[in-house]
């Protein structure tokens, strides 16, 4: 099993940015695809971005396309996700998740196909 911890969310203004930060210990992440998913209160999980444990093929969710960017660094054990131009419509609630896929070079957005789960960071963004 693997221990994930998410940080670097906080209070922002409107069209400011945040780095997410996904660490695990432990065990090393550069056999897992690593999603990010966010989650409004009342609604359910959404996927919005994920990298193959090579680093090499991701994808976004139609809603942070070409705003939020995923990446990793194997060295330091990590995956970030960059969030760009925030909106006070963004839900506030920011989940890091892994699995190892059947090859090294998938990843995939479905929270029910994950294995192991963060607690999660909050990321609250004012009008």
């Known amino acids: 099993q693997v221990q994930l911890v998410e940080s670097g969310g906080g209070f922002v203004q409107s069209g400011r940015s945040l780095n997410l930060s996904c660490a695990a210990s432990?065990?090393?992440?550069?056999?897992?695809?690593i999603g990010w998913f966010r989650q409004a209160p009342g609604k359910e999980r959404e996927g919005i971005a994920c990298i193959s444990a090579t680093g090499g093929p991701t994808q976004y969710a139609d809603s942070v396309k070409g705003r939020f960017t995923i990446f990793r660094d194997n060295t330091k054990n990590a995956v970030y996700l960059q969030l760009n131009s925030l909106r006070p419509a963004d839900p506030p609630d920011y989940y890091c998740?892994?699995?190892?896929?059947?090859?090294?070079?998938?990843?995939?957005?479905?929270?029910?196909?994950?294995?192991?789960w963060g607690k999660g960071t909050l990321v609250t963004v004012s009008s």
């Open positions: 998740a892994a699995r190892t896929w059947y090859s090294y070079s998938v990843c995939g957005i479905f929270a029910q196909a994950m294995h192991d």
């Open positions: 432990g065990v090393s992440l550069d056999m897992y695809g």
